[in-house]
């Protein structure tokens, strides 16, 4: 872990070149993303989020999962998570249900609903996430481009116990 900066010291401004990548990195995120949030609003009725919480599901064990791990895997907070269930809930595609062992845990489990409108919306989705940065990359830059993202997360991954990550809050 990086000791925290001397509020004394002077600001390692970026280069031109790395702001140049820097805001190349922002303004492709932004584009992809909405992008994506596009093509599932109009296929499936969903934001990107949502898929990505059911998908979560999908590959879980039983199709369940603690809702603590659930907000873990999607990095939000407890209580955004908890506001995208509820929406789910109410769409009939998650349900949740009481955790036995721990009377203040609940589990998220995906219907047989849910898995249906996942089924249905995937092929689309995939289709989008090809168009939209596979088919535009050679076989060298993907795999640079997956190291690279790799190096990001690990960087910015906390392994400390009190650290302030979003699904803790």
């Known amino acids: ?6 509020p004394a010291a002077q600001p ?4 031109d070149e790395e702001q140049r990548v ?5 303004h492709a995120t932004t584009l992809l993303e909405d992008h994506l949030d596009r093509q599932l609003q109009r296929d499936a009725g969903m934001p990107h989020i949502y898929y990505g919480l ?10 369940r999962l603690r809702m603590t791990e659930l907000a873990m895997r ?20 998650v349900r949740r249900e ?8 609940q589990f998220a489990v995906l219907t047989d609903e849910g898995a249906e409108v996942l089924r249905r919306s995937a092929p ?4 989008a996430v090809r168009q939209a940065m596979f088919d535009r990359l050679s076989p060298e830059q993907q ?12 960087g910015l991954q906390p392994d400390e116990a009190g650290a302030d990550l979003p699904w803790l809050r």
């Open 143 to 154: 795999k640079t481009l997956g190291e690279i993202m790799e190096i990001v997360a690990e």
């Open 1 to 6: 872990m990086n000791p925290a900066p001397d």
């Open 22 to 26: 820097w805001r190349a990195y922002l």
């Open 54 to 63: 059911l998908v979560g599901l999908a590959e879980s064990p039983r199709r």
């Open 12 to 15: 390692r401004w970026l280069t």
């Open 74 to 93: 999607a990095k939000i907070t407890r209580s955004r998570l908890s506001h995208a269930i509820a929406r789910l809930e109410k769409n009939g595609w």
């Open 124 to 127: 689309g989705h995939v289709a």
């Open 98 to 105: 009481d955790c036995p062992s721990d009377k203040r845990g």
